[in-house]
């Protein structure tokens, strides 16, 4: 029973967490990762960011923008994949921004 309630608690907090993150092993004796996603090569110890827009390292991958929930009505958020950053602005005029009054992740 204690198992069934974990897991329906798990399922409830999961759709509350936009932000996300993976573990990767690192085997000892390894020298170099690669990334899962763009299949480059990189040094144990390094750091970079893929094309998916997640911050790595060779232990792990976070995602790299938070994404805003909240926000006016009359405005429109917009993922920029180049910056890896969410963009909110009015409908109806992309040159005004608007204010960001609650985000996830990062």
């Keep these: 029973m204690k198992y069934l309630s974990l897991a329906v608690l ?11 993150c ?35 390292t060779c232990e792990g991958c976070c995602s790299a923008y938070s994404t805003p929930r909240d926000f006016p009505a009359d405005c429109i958020s917009v993922f920029d994949s180049v910056a890896c950053v969410y963009r909110v ?14 985000a996830v992740g990062k």
């Design 10 to 20: 798990l399922c409830c907090l999961l759709p509350l967490s936009n932000a996300h």
């Design 22 to 56: 993976f573990v990767m092993e690192i085997k000892p004796g390894m020298t170099r990762c690669q990334d899962s996603d763009d299949q480059t090569w990189h040094e144990v110890g390094s750091s970079w960011r893929n094309s998916k827009c997640m911050d790595c």
């Design 89 to 102: 602005h009015k409908r109806d005029d992309p040159t005004v921004q608007c204010p960001i009054y609650s």
